[in-house]
């Protein structure tokens, strides 16, 4: 299971939001580059890079920074924020980014989401944000009214080659990933997912790779020091593990 640090983008800085919520956002670094380096450095072999600013706006914004992370870590990177378009998709692309990440555009339009799939491949992956047990779109701000279940099932069919799963209560709050929503998506789909919002410790770490996930989103507990991204990795590298074989949650 990779581990793969997240570098939320806001105005050319590194910030981290509360549940998606923009008024409640930190920054952590004014150079996101930066932050890139030190997680490579650290050991990471893939970043999650979204940029919050082409979210809200229905488009890209900050490429250029982007490019430059890219170009800096030397690992794969994986973006999402405001791809709603075929054009969107080949910029981030052309800016060397290896993933993109479609949410609302999946969803909501049937032809792109085909475009891309064809296009992209493997190099796709399709956001799978909820609230409450329902799928949330644009920016985290509406709510679509749909179970995750039934949409998910609904991108299988339609060819989605994997997933990132984001619980928006529980991102940024440190209180632990939706280990049900999780173990559903990875037995129900099929497809290689990857969890993100509410990893806390190394234990969690372990308690998703136990799941099968492909890879876990990091970001709030590697920017308040809970772990470092070293030990977690580390960690997962030896055999064995603590991971519940009881959890109730499962």
Same mark, same amino acid.
């Given at each position: ?23 409640r ?16 450095e650290?050991g ?10 082409g ?10 920074? #982007?490019?430059?992370?890219?170009? @800096?870590? *030397?690992? =794969? %990177?994986?973006?999402? +924020? /405001?791809?709603? &378009?075929? $054009?969107?998709?080949?910029?981030a ?17 049937p ?44 991108l299988?069919?339609r ?22 929503? #999780?173990?559903?998506?990875?037995? @129900?789909? *099929?497809? =290689? %997912?990857?969890?993100? +919002? /509410?990893?806390? &410790?190394i $234990?969690?770490?372990r ?32 055999p ?6 009881s959890?109730?949650?499962?």
């Amino acid at each position: 299971m990779e581990v793969i640090p997240a570098i939320d983008l806001r105005g050319g800085r590194a910030v981290r939001l509360v549940q998606g919520d923009f008024s409640r956002e930190t920054t952590f670094a004014d150079d996101p580059v930066a932050v890139a380096r030190r997680w490579q450095e650290e050991g990471a072999t893939r970043l999650h890079v979204v940029d919050l600013d082409g979210a809200r706006a229905r488009e890209p914004l900050q490429l250029g920074v #982007v490019r430059a992370i890219a170009r @800096a870590a *030397g690992v =794969p %990177v994986q973006l999402g +924020g /405001g791809i709603r &378009s075929e $054009e969107a998709a080949r910029q981030a692309v052309d800016a060397g980014v290896d993933r993109v990440v479609v949410g609302t555009a999946a969803l909501e339009d049937p032809g792109l989401l085909a475009t891309l799939v064809e296009s992209l491949g493997q190099r796709l992956v399709v956001a799978l944000d909820a609230r409450g047990g329902r799928v949330v779109v644009r920016a985290w701000e509406s709510d679509s009214g749909r179970p995750v279940g039934e949409v998910a099932r609904e991108l299988v069919a339609r060819g989605a080659p994997r997933f990132l799963y984001t619980q928006v209560e529980r991102d940024g709050m440190l209180e632990g990933p939706d280990f049900a929503g #999780v173990h559903y998506l990875v037995h @129900a789909t *099929g497809r =290689p %997912v990857i969890a993100s +919002g /509410g990893v806390a &410790s190394i $234990e969690h770490l372990r308690r998703l790779a136990e799941l099968g996930v492909e890879g876990a989103v990091v970001g709030m507990a590697l920017y308040r020091g809970a772990f470092r991204l070293t030990e977690a990795l580390a960690a997962l590298a030896r055999p064995g593990s603590a991971a519940s074989e009881s959890d109730p949650a499962l």
